[in-house]
């Protein structure tokens, strides 16, 4: 018997021992799940009575999801309920989106071959969802993979990284206690090679991905045909600093959004464009404030940054900030590992352009500013990278802040916000190698439903 071991991920310290699923138990679940689709979809007052049950357990006991959420994943405590109160949200844009689902008519007699005959479309469950999931938002993410599902009447077999489980696994919990059906809601520990058997399987609808590219990619080149799938991977967030008039307001706020979560997020600040008179300086501003951070266990209330989410991150941030200071970037702050789990919240001035750094998702708390004399060419250097997700211009010229953002290649560009702001009922994606289709409760919810058309002939 294969085992998982979680652990705590600042002390390393083991949280649980849980039992891995072999193939034949993970083949088992897609057939309970198919079979549970082909009985029929659960009325839609019945979805609602178990989501609002579902929020109302997460409500009381939301200190403890957070303390979960720090332990497992590393989130500083006081994100942590910031990700609770995301995830009770979501379950609840999820209700409301049940009660506004509907199909419409279609007219028949815009021509005499159609006269006669009444149209219109209903809304059916796709069918069997598989969600793999990511580590940076164990519980948000898994409510945004799989309440989309229990929400539109599709099974859904959920695979969380091995890094973080539990709170999957809570969330599955409660959504027993809530009322949810054996086999609506499976979880699925297990290995790499049974996930893409898993993923792959024919009888699966739709296909639901948060992670790297290269994996992400890879798993959708293997669909069975047929099958629908959303892909969500990283970026390398840019960001255009003009004239800007509450320049320390902007100084506090690069931060949070570049070292948040030690800047394991897929929209993280990590390419700051600073004209060239003033790039030194604001680099300087910026790392006199990350300088201000308290780096420690994320279960902490005094931490702002935790650790990285396995020591093995660690050494790769090391070593590709030693690698951009070797090839020419200026060291302004940190560039030195704390300990085993932990990295200093780093801020580089003008790496070279082919640097790591400037060219990869760093996923760490490492910010880099590059200084332009032409705001045409930086735009252009923001967006040579495969990788397009959320982009910023900060700028009191709104002329200047439209025009740039016009230009940016991007899913979302925020004027005078940053690259990391989301409300969760808005479109959220990836162009290019970013990811594949439309992210958000709302609209991840039409793409697990399909449109019937009923055709009356009088």
């Not at 085992?3 to 083991?14: D, H, N, P, S």
């Not at 009660?99 to 005959?117: F, H, I, S």
Request: hydrophobic share 45%.
């Amino acid at each position: 018997m294969t085992q998982l071991v979680v652990k705590q991920a600042y002390t390393q310290k083991v949280l649980a021992t849980l039992k891995m699923h072999n193939a034949t138990e993970v083949g088992t679940m897609l057939s309970n799940a198919d079979s549970t689709h082909k009985k029929g979809k659960l009325p839609a007052y019945q979805r609602i009575e178990i989501l609002e049950k579902i929020a109302h357990l997460m409500k009381n006991e939301a200190q403890d999801l957070a303390e979960l959420i720090a332990n497992e994943g590393g989130k500083p405590l006081k994100d942590a309920r910031v990700e609770v109160t995301r995830a009770i949200d979501g379950v609840q844009l999820a209700i409301s989106s049940i009660r506004n689902t509907k199909g419409y008519e279609v007219p028949m007699d815009l021509t005499p071959a159609g006269e006669g005959r009444l149209a219109f479309t209903t809304m059916e469950p796709i069918g069997v969802v598989v969600a793999v999931s990511a580590f940076n938002h164990p519980l948000n993410l898994i409510v945004h993979q799989v309440v989309p599902a229990i929400a539109t009447g599709c099974p859904v077999i959920v695979k969380p990284t091995e890094a973080t489980p539990l709170c999957c696994l809570r969330f599955a919990e409660l959504a027993t206690q809530a009322g949810l059906p054996k086999y609506w809601l499976q979880v699925a520990l297990t290995s790499t090679e049974n996930s893409e058997k898993l993923v792959t399987d024919p009888r699966v609808a739709f296909f639901s991905f948060i992670g790297s590219a290269r994996v992400g990619w890879y798993l959708k080149s293997k669909l069975s045909p047929g099958s629908r799938c959303a892909l969500e991977h990283g970026g390398v967030a840019p960001l255009i600093f003009d004239k800007y008039r509450d320049e320390e307001g902007f100084i506090k706020g690069v931060v949070k959004a570049s070292f948040y979560h030690a800047g394991q997020v897929c929209v993280s600040v990590q390419r700051i464009y600073v004209a060239d008179e003033k790039a030194e300086e604001i680099a300087k501003k910026i790392a006199k404030e990350a300088e201000k951070l308290v780096v420690g266990d994320a279960i902490d209330e005094k931490t702002d940054v935790g650790p990285l989410i396995l020591p093995k991150e660690v050494d790769r941030v090391e070593a590709w900030v030693n690698e951009a200071i070797a090839e020419g970037a200026t060291l302004i702050t940190g560039g030195k590992r704390i300990n085993a789990v932990s990295y200093s919240p780093t801020v580089l001035l003008n790496p070279a352009k082919n640097s790591k750094v400037s060219t990869l998702e760093v996923f760490a708390p490492v910010v880099c500013i590059y200084s332009y004399s032409d705001v045409d060419c930086a735009i252009d250097e923001a967006n040579a990278l495969d990788v397009s997700f959320q982009a910023a211009v900060f700028s009191d010229d709104i002329s200047f802040a439209m025009k740039a953002a016009k230009k940016l290649q991007a899913s979302a560009v925020m004027i005078n916000d940053y690259t990391t702001f989301r409300v969760d009922w808005m479109p959220f994606a990836g162009r290019k190698h970013s990811g594949y289709g439309i992210g958000g409760i709302e609209h991840t919810m039409a793409d697990m439903l399909e449109h019937k058309m009923l055709v009356i002939k009088n």
